[in-house]
Nanobody, 120 residues
Framework: QVQLVESGGGVVQPGGSLRLPCAAS????????MGWHRQASGKQRELVAR???????NYAESVKGRFTVSRDYAKNTVYLQMNNLKPEDTAVYYC??????????????WGQGTQVTVSS
């Protein structure tokens, strides 16, 4: 059984920072792409940032220069460092990862989501 567990969400003032970790656990052979999506109330889920096994990164235009995605291979963990947060960053943030498990099945996994609220 493979699981992704996020943490680190909360309420922060505009201009503030948060760091979201997401740890993968279970019967994992290999983790390929890891990333973060978000879904604001009444809107579709969108890609925020992702990082490949070779550490190539992609970001949504709206977060470039403010957010940084990174991963710790030893801990099977991906991080999203969010700086200079804006009210429009308010959303539920979901971690996802492409994982090959012990049965050699390859699929996308999702975390349960963590709420980030940017408000004064």
């Amino acid at each position: 059984q493979v699981q992704l567990v996020e943490s680190g969400g909360g309420v922060v003032q505009p201009g503030g920072s948060l760091r979201l970790p997401c740890a993968a656990s279970g019967s994992i052979i290999r983790i390929n792409v890891m990333g973060w999506h978000r879904q604001a109330s009444g809107k579709q889920r969108e890609l925020v940032a992702r990082i490949t096994k070779g550490d190539s990164t992609n970001y949504a235009e709206s977060v470039k220069g403010r957010f940084t995605v990174s991963r710790d291979y030893a801990k099977n963990t991906v991080y999203l460092q969010m700086n200079n947060l804006k009210p429009e960053d308010t959303a539920v943030y979901y971690c996802n990862a492409g994982i090959v498990d012990m049965r050699l099945d390859s699929r996308d996994y999702w975390g349960q989501g963590t709420q980030v609220t940017v408000s004064s």
